[in-house]
């Protein structure tokens, strides 16, 4: 067997392989340097008396197949802008995964409802509804699903759970463009959706978001006012109808997210491939398990993920990640990281409103969490078995083989 890297050998790979944080692994080119290009000659940066943030809305909503879609700053202000329109008393639940990103739960505590973390389905570790069914409580408000490394969650259950209880449902497509669930497309079948152009996203502004929904005004609520200081830009004058942020996104951003967005469904088909040729590299390993896609769904690979089975392994998963990285391979170890959201000190200290512990000390609060390691197990295990790689586009299928050697190389060293 070849020595590992990490002992001293010779690694897999000697130059890096296509990388999300650099242009090897990004598709930006000359369509987004014209943009950019005609938003700087027009002087104006802005969203307000610009052209190209409308425009990125109306593709956007046109391709996903939604009536109102509301550019954004990023992602988690996405999602506080839903949250916002939600308009949640102080105090309501708001059922989320412990395996997404922060930015799925800080708009729920900025609008001081309080999270309330439900374990995921070891198949593909996107959020269970029978753990959803079983937190639900008067003062449940709405369930954020998240997509998890582009693979559809099971959506015919969770919405039959919402209708049966009247909860709202936010889609976090924030690592789920364009993916496929049942000849639909993601982010058209819950209430709303939420999604991020942020760097390592399948199109990227830097940062940036959209917020898309088929029921604007169902509150009352126009969304646009949600992330626009309650303004109603449309009447004439000032006026400011209900707290709310600028969460706006600029022309710079929007004229990058117009030209990115005609590249999507292309990206998004070449990531999908090419993974599926590395699942193919790897998934005869016995322990190696890739993660589960629902049937009739299409993923659409935002990372690059698979799950070890420890108990056949000689070293513990971080052992692994490091020769992985000493092979050159660009991974780490658990999503969001090695414990799930709830462990961070901002949700187990309750680090929110000075020393107020709001939203989880408001009179009235029922669900009382132990923000401990019992909390979600099959999460926690996740955190310490799953490996992310990260992905792109730009990949190729030559480089996906040489990512399966690293992984068979380094796996076959430690099975026992
Ligand atoms: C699932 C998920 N939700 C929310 C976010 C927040 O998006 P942003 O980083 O653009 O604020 C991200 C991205 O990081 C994400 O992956």
Redo the contacts with the bound molecule.
């Keep these: 067997m070849d020595k590992l890297a990490v002992d001293g050998g010779a690694p897999v790979f000697s130059a890096p392989y296509p990388s999300i944080r650099n242009a090897a692994g990004r598709t930006i080119g000359a369509e987004e340097m014209a943009a950019v290009a005609d938003v700087m000659n027009s002087g104006c940066l802005a969203y307000i008396y610009g052209k190209y943030v409308g425009q990125f809305e109306e593709d956007f909503a046109r391709l996903i197949g939604v009536k109102t879609a509301v550019a954004t700053s990023?992602?988690?202000?996405a999602?506080h802008t839903a949250l916002i329109y939600l308009n949640p008393e102080p105090g309501d639940e708001v059922i989320v995964s412990p395996l997404?990103?922060m930015?799925?739960v800080i708009p729920v505590v900025s609008q001081l409802a309080v999270p309330v973390f439900v374990d995921v389905d070891p198949f593909d570790q996107n959020i269970d509804p029978k753990a959803i069914e079983a937190a639900i409580t008067p003062r449940t408000k709405a369930i954020i699903v998240?997509h998890l490394f582009g693979a559809p969650a099971d959506m015919d259950a969770i919405m039959a759970i919402a209708r049966k209880h009247d909860i709202f449902v936010i889609e976090?497509c924030?690592?789920a463009h364009l993916a496929r669930y049942k000849g639909r497309t993601t982010g058209a079948i819950g209430d709303m959706a939420c999604y991020?152009?942020?760097q390592s996203k399948h199109i990227t502004t830097g940062?940036g978001?959209m917020v898309v929904t088929n029921q604007d005004g169902k509150f009352g609520r126009a969304l646009r006012l949600c992330m626009d200081k309650g303004w109603p830009r449309d009447r004439p004058g000032r006026d400011h109808l209900f707290l709310a942020p600028n969460y706006h996104m600029t022309e710079l951003q929007a004229a990058v997210g117009v030209a990115q967005l005609r590249k999507l469904p292309d990206v998004v088909e070449t990531r999908r491939r090419v993974a599926q040729l590395l699942d193919a590299e790897i998934n005869q390993m016995p322990s190696v398990r890739l993660l589960g896609v629902r049937p009739n769904c299409e993923e659409v690979r935002w990372a690059y993920a698979f799950t070890l089975d420890l108990a056949r392994l000689t070293v513990p998963g971080a052992k692994v990640v490091e020769a992985l990285r000493a092979e050159g391979i660009d991974c780490f170890l658990g999503y969001p990281g090695q414990v799930p959201l709830y462990r961070y000190p901002m949700l187990k200290d309750r680090l929110t409103f000075g020393s107020s512990g709001w939203p989880f000390t408001l009179p009235g609060v029922l669900t009382q969490q132990d923000f401990g390691a019992s909390l979600c197990p099959i999460a926690e295990a996740a955190c310490l078995s799953t490996v992310v790689l990260w992905w792109t586009e730009r990949i190729t299928e030559a480089d996906a083989r040489r990512i399966g050697a690293a992984i068979r190389k380094v796996i076959g060293n430690y099975e026992a």
């Design positions: 990023s992602g988690t202000a999602l997404t990103d930015g799925s998240t976090d924030a690592q991020s152009f942020q940062d978001g």
